[in-house]
């Protein structure tokens, strides 16, 4: 396929269009592609930005601010508010991504500007002045002002991308991501997992031969992950995930603004009586923090006076705020420590040892502190991956899958295609597939089915992938009942099953009662835990048992049919015996005594002739005597 690519210095037109890579995170959010001439990927960065020097340019903060006249500014001058304006200054919306007011009660507090508590169930909303906006929207800003970004230093128009997502999240804060970006103007063709991204960006994973079991360390402004993740053939499963929602580099600073409060005889009231002080020490501590990642001492002067300072100086005198390296370690310390403690209960959950982790992956800004890589890699007792730059780690790595998506790295694996058929179980322990294998994803599909006893009230649906016709051959994905279904005739109640797989390879199976309404559904993900390998046994042992198995299933087939129409036939004859001959209820005694001979001796040709024996017997009085339930019943599929 042709390609013209992009100039990003001139903005030349390409004619393939972009897509770009996001990290949407707690604390800062940033864009990312492959750029057309090295093919590496790059974080975007605004050259002629304003921004103080030393300060990565890359890097958006997740900051919201709205002034009195209702203008939105996004970034790093929404920072300049956030303890100035804390109600019209919103940061951290991802935390309140698909959550209700119930879910983050408890850390109410954390929050300096209104989160609405109306109705608990609801999700949450946020007000900055007189309006009212939820999570999505204020994401749908920050995605909306990177891709403004994008734009201007691409000079081409950006409409697709792929967004990162903490590994923890769950269908609805996925899909709640994915919304933001539509309202943004952008296309999300795929939600990945962080911690997945930031191991694509170190390569790990570009090789199908490969096979790692990885720690991803991520401490970041607010939150702190650690996720381990299982690589084979370019799947990427996660084993198990934890952390500390509450938990960052954010606290460094705090305790840092605690240490030189107590340096400077201030008490902490000094921070909520006077804002514009408690802002300017706050952005001393964090330079201090990152500069002692590099120095062993930090010297600042902060030029602001204090009215309840002791003694006072004279007006606008400077303060001396000064902190080596060694106190601020101390500080930390015990921060570290609670993150040593969900590494080692994330290793229990994954099953493993310490030594079985083959890479170390550190991500977030907070893990350049030194001591941080020291402990973590004295924990684990391997060097940590850090040659990259942490802050921007899971960003490249969502502009490695954004070009894996469009086509340009075909040697991985992509599943974009459903591996192996998908389907539930009927009766006779048969597979009806729904979803065929190769079926390019996002696809869906449905089928009626039918209850096989008078006054059933529940169906249980099993679901399966695999290419074998009898579901004990293939691999039981997940099973869930239907329930409460109203009392009806057997083949009356028309159960729909839909499937749906969305583009991020999630399973979704609905089952409804169209008659009663009810219904139920469930999620999968079908393709953790399967291995190339896996997939390709099951279709060979599909092709190997194919003889087999068309002979189990024709023989099933016929029995689960004759079984269906003795039940059928027997209660057809119980509730019409008044209009029926007694020659009638003979030969159908006969026909019915025949078909279960037939069916004991498991003969399917035998089965066959004597279902068509009795259809034909039947067939004159059932029509005589139509019954449109039962003549449903007659034809309808059913499932155990
Ligand atoms: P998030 O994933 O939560 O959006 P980031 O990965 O961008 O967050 O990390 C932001 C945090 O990293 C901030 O607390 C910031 O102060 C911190 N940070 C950035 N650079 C350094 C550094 N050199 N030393 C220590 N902390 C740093
Ligand atoms: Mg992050």
Request: negative net charge; charged residues 25%; proline residues 3%.
């Amino acid at each position: 396929m042709a390609k013209i690519g992009i100039n990003i210095a001139t903005g030349s037109l390409q004619k393939e269009e972009i897509i770009v890579g996001i990290d949407l995170g707690t604390t800062n959010s940033l864009i990312s592609i492959i750029h057309p001439d090295t093919k590496q990927p790059v974080a975007l960065k605004e050259h002629n930005s304003s921004l103080p020097t030393g300060q990565a340019g890359s890097l958006v903060p997740s900051i919201v601010h709205f002034d009195s006249k209702g203008n939105i500014t996004v970034g790093e001058s929404a920072k300049q508010y956030l303890i100035t304006e804390p109600h019209n200054t919103i940061f951290s919306a991802k935390r309140l991504m698909g959550k209700s007011y119930n879910d983050i009660k408890n850390n109410s507090s954390f929050f300096t500007y209104k989160v609405i508590d109306d109705d608990t169930e609801s999700l949450v909303k946020v007000q900055a002045g007189q309006k009212f906006y939820s999570p999505i929207e204020l994401s749908s800003f920050i995605l909306k002002e990177l891709k403004q970004r994008a734009e201007h230093i691409l000079k081409t128009p950006v409409n697709k991308a792929v967004v990162t997502v903490p590994a923890y999240f769950n269908d609805t804060q996925r899909q709640a991501t994915r919304d933001a970006g539509k309202l943004a103007g952008l296309d999300v063709l795929r939600i990945i997992n962080e911690p997945t991204a930031a191991s694509l960006a170190y390569g790990i994973g570009l090789n199908k031969q490969e096979h790692k079991t990885i720690a991803v360390y991520d401490l970041g402004g607010g939150t702190f992950d650690i996720s381990i993740l299982k690589i084979s053939n370019g799947i990427f499963e996660v084993l198990s995930t934890n952390g500390d929602t509450y938990l960052g580099g954010d606290d460094f600073d705090n305790a840092i603004v605690k240490f030189w409060l107590q340096k400077l005889s201030l008490k902490e009231e000094e921070l909520k009586n006077n804002k514009q002080f408690a802002q300017s020490i706050r952005l001393k501590a964090e330079e201090a923090k990152k500069q002692l990642s590099f120095k062993e001492e930090f010297v600042g002067q902060l030029n602001y006076s204090s009215p309840l300072a002791d003694g006072g100086g004279p007006e606008g005198a400077g303060h001396e705020l000064k902190i080596s390296k060694s106190e601020f370690e101390e500080l930390i310390r015990p921060y570290i420590d609670k993150t040593i403690a969900c590494c080692k209960n994330a290793m229990k959950d994954a099953k493993l040892t310490n030594a079985d982790i083959d890479v170390i992956v550190m991500v977030g800004g907070s893990t350049r502190i030194p001591m941080i890589k020291k402990i973590i890699s004295d924990f684990f007792g391997k060097a940590v991956n850090d040659t990259m730059n942490p802050d921007e780690v899971v960003a490249l790595g969502a502009a490695l899958q954004a070009d894996i998506l469009a086509g340009n790295n075909k040697e991985f694996l992509l599943l974009d295609i459903t591996p192996l058929s998908l389907g539930i179980e009927t009766r006779g322990g048969l597979m009806d597939i729904l979803i065929s294998r190769n079926s390019k994803i996002p696809t869906k599909a449905s089928r009626q089915y039918t209850t096989q006893v008078n006054g059933q009230s529940g169906i249980k649906i099993s679901v399966y992938q695999g290419e074998r016709d009898m579901v004990k051959d293939n691999r039981k994905l997940a099973a869930f009942n239907l329930t409460n279904i109203p009392a009806m005739p057997a083949g009356l109640p028309k159960v729909e099953i839909s499937f749906l797989i969305n583009a991020d390879g999630i399973l979704i199976v609905k089952a409804k009662e169209l008659r009663s309404g009810i219904e139920q559904s469930i999620e999968v993900q079908p393709q953790y835990g399967l291995t190339d390998q896996q997939v390709e046994k099951m279709l060979l042992e599909s092709i190997t048992h194919a003889k087999d198995d068309i002979a189990t299933r024709a023989l099933l087939e016929a029995k689960t049919e004759g079984e269906q129409l003795l039940e059928t036939t027997e209660k057809f004859i119980y509730k019409n015996a008044n209009e029926l001959l007694v020659g009638e209820l003979e030969t159908t005694a006969e026909a019915m005594q025949a078909l279960q001979l037939a069916l004991t001796m498991e003969d399917k040709d035998l089965i066959h002739s004597k279902i068509e024996e009795l259809n034909n017997i039947s067939r004159p009085y059932a029509e005589r005597i139509m019954d449109q339930a039962v003549s449903k019943a007659m034809q309808g599929k059913t499932i155990s």
